[in-house]
């Protein structure tokens, strides 16, 4: 058996780097075995065999149901006991499967008192007929007949919820543990047939469902996988604890990314509460939930071109309480600041930069916090002086004490970020200029970016026509750049309506000193006289 705590420091080493897709599907499933436990332990106490006669033999969920709900809404009390009957059928079914009798024959023997046990709202004894019933189809492996049974059963009138729920969950435990794979698919597939509609075993065709869909992966039909997966709206299931909801989710967003559906898995990513990743979790489960789901928003920000986007994630990531005090973190943090300057200046991007600056771990990355210094300060940055001597290498090769990111790993999509980089950085060069510029030639603009003219025209014009400077002007017969932002005419009007008010202002301040002065004279005038 493998040790739990061994691989889940494996889960925590991988994370060290940006996951793939494999690894997360295996973080994933890891995560679904916890919840699988979870969810044998709680079928395990609802679950509990033949319900005695005994109060202390009965659940609290069993005693909120000894008023008997119906298949069709009605509330039933019970007409009559049928204990003792229910204890001679079992009896002479045991006798009769220690003769070597076929199945047939038994239930034959059971059939006349479940009929009877479910008219006569004896939920009680009804339930252990079907759990009995069951039981001894899965003994027997004839899981056909318990195929059978099952869809029989769920067309009866006056169907009991709550006894055939109970039969439900102790067949869907037990279906993972056929070894026939044609078997357990068609088993499989009959209790999806027959749970479809049902609210009460809802949360049963739902687990049932994730099995079909890793089925049909497993066997290269990813497009019947995901169609299968986005059948349920897990989001909506009340009976689902909430670890399993979100683990059913981010199956769909998984489903979705392989597939190449973005638009669809941002709606799923959006349909998960991110608070549920702030609770306690001593085992780590919501901890693992929660690498998963931001590895995949950044994988989705990614494919959108959000920069910014990535860089939140990566921090959410970065708070993750596991990866506390860890090498993990300082990763982290390289891979937001980068993606922080990949993203088109805003307040937004402005704040999120000198926050990542101000974090204690990040201070420890001197390489990182001179990089992030280049782009606060408001100075010019010379792209073959400056940076290239200092920072190329560490952010596409890495250098001793500094490992390198995969975010400008030498693949296409790496080579379109460091273009990006170098436009962000041109970016930065013409916003300082603007501040110290309304207009300038281009032979001087040239020279302060470090390119020739045309390399600096063809530039500007990208920049206006994207619209990140959309106000810059180019005069191309006289070779000038106006830089100043134009003033609208309602801007032009608060501005006049602003000086107005301060001359008003001043020119009352003024006539207020003029009468004051007047008044102190007069009175000093008067008294001179007096005297």
Known sequence: MANPTAAKTAHRRSRSTDLGAKQLADLL?????????????????????????????????????????????RLMKLEKDYSSEFNEMKNSCDKLLEQGRDLATILEQ???????????????????????????CIQLKDYDTLGDYITMLSKK???????FSKMI??????????????????????????????????????????????????????????????????????????????????????????????????????????SFFDQDDAMGVIHNLKVIYFNYMIQIS????????????????FKTPELKDSVEQVHLLKCAALYTL?????????????????????????????????????????????????????????????????????????????????????????????????KITFARLANLMDCSEDEMETFLCDLIVSGVIPHAKIDRPKKVISLKAPVDNLGVLDSWASDVNKLTGLLNNISHLILKEEMIHKNYVEKSTYF
């Open 302 to 317: 990614l494919n959108d071109g959000e920069y910014l986007e990535v860089a939140r994630h990566y921090l959410e990531i």
């Open 342 to 438: 990949l993203a088109q200046h805003s307040n937004e991007q402005w704040d999120l930069l000198h926050r990542i600056a101000e974090i204690k771990k990040f201070k420890e990355i001197p390489v990182y916090g001179a990089l992030v210094k280049l782009f606060t300060k408001e100075e010019l940055v010379n792209y073959k002086t400056n940076f290239l001597p200092d920072f190329e290498k560490a952010l596409r090769v890495g250098i001793p004490n500094c490992e390198v990111t995969a975010v400008f790993e030498n693949t296409e999509k790496g080579e379109k970020r460091w273009n990006d980089f170098k436009i962000r950085m041109g970016e930065h060069n013409l916003r300082m200029v603007a501040k110290y510029y309304s």
């Open 169 to 274: 969950s102790l067949v869907c435990i037990e279906v993972k543990s056929i070894d026939d794979e044609k078997v357990r698919d068609k088993l499989v597939e009959t209790l999806r047939n027959v749970t479809a509609g049902k609210i009460y075993v809802e949360i049963h065709r739902a687990r049932l469902t994730r099995l079909v869909s890793q089925r049909l992966e497993r066997e290269g039909k990813l497009d019947e996988a995901w169609n299968i997966m986005m059948e349920l709206q897990v989001e909506t299931f009340g009976s689902m604890e909430m670890d399993e909801k979100v683990n059913y989710l981010m199956e769909q967003m998984r489903l979705s990314i392989l597939k190449g559906e973005w638009i669809r898995a941002l709606v799923i990513s959006r349909k998960i509460n991110r």
């Open 157 to 163: 009138r006056g169907l009991l919820k709550f006894s």
């Open 29 to 73: 499933k890891l995560s679904e075995k916890d919840n699988d436990q979870k969810c044998e332990e709680r079928n395990n106490k609802f679950i509990a065999g033949e319900i005695g006669n005994d109060l202390n033999e009965i659940t609290s969920e069993e005693l909120q149901k000894m008023v008997t709900d119906v298949n069709d809404g």
């Open 110 to 136: 059971s059939s006349r008192l479940e009929k009877l046990t479910r008219l006569g709202m004896d939920m009680k004894n009804h339930t252990n007929i079907l759990m009995y019933t069951a039981r001894l």
